[in-house]
């Protein structure tokens, strides 16, 4: 299974880019799909994640300006990220677990660079 993750780049404060997460196999049967964040000389951190029902839950720090979706028909995830800051920059990583699969698969990771 691959995961390709994309929409970064150098964006500026105030802005709101879109991440995407595209599976090569579909996700109607996913368990979770979740994106995490490592930033410069930090950990990585839990952002957002959607269960199969469509649940989500967010990491305080973004609650409010993030929102996670899906796209079944195109095995796509989506990040919107709002009213971006300086201190979400980071390297954003999709990682994804299906129903009845004890692993799960990480994507490449999209730079997000918040900056003026």
């Given at each position: 299974?691959?995961?390709?993750a994309c929409?970064g780049?150098?964006v500026q404060?105030?802005?709101?880019?879109?991440?995407?997460?595209?599976?090569?196999?579909?996700?109607?049967?996913?368990?979770?799909?979740?994106?995490?964040?490592?930033?410069?000389?930090?950990?990585r951190?839990?952002?957002?994640?959607i269960?199969?029902?469509?649940?989500?839950?967010?990491?305080?720090?973004?609650?409010?300006?993030?929102?996670?979706?899906?796209?079944?028909?195109?095995?796509?995830?989506?990040?919107q990220?709002?009213?971006?800051?300086?201190?979400?920059?980071?390297?954003?990583?999709?990682?994804?677990?299906?129903?009845?699969?004890g692993?799960?698969?990480w994507g490449?990771?999209t730079?997000v660079?918040v900056?003026?």
């Amino acid at each position: 299974v691959q995961l390709q993750a994309c929409g970064g780049g150098l964006v500026q404060p105030g802005d709101s880019p879109r991440l995407s997460c595209t599976a090569s196999r579909s996700i109607v049967s996913i368990n979770s799909m979740t994106w995490y964040r490592q930033a410069p000389g930090k950990q990585r951190e839990l952002v957002a994640s959607i269960s199969s029902s469509g649940g989500s839950r967010y990491v305080d720090a973004v609650k409010g300006r993030f929102t996670i979706s899906r796209d079944n028909a195109k095995n796509t995830v989506f990040l919107q990220m709002n009213s971006l800051k300086p201190e979400d920059t980071a390297v954003y990583y999709c990682y994804a677990i299906w129903q009845g699969e004890g692993y799960g698969y990480w994507g490449q990771g999209t730079e997000v660079t918040v900056s003026s």
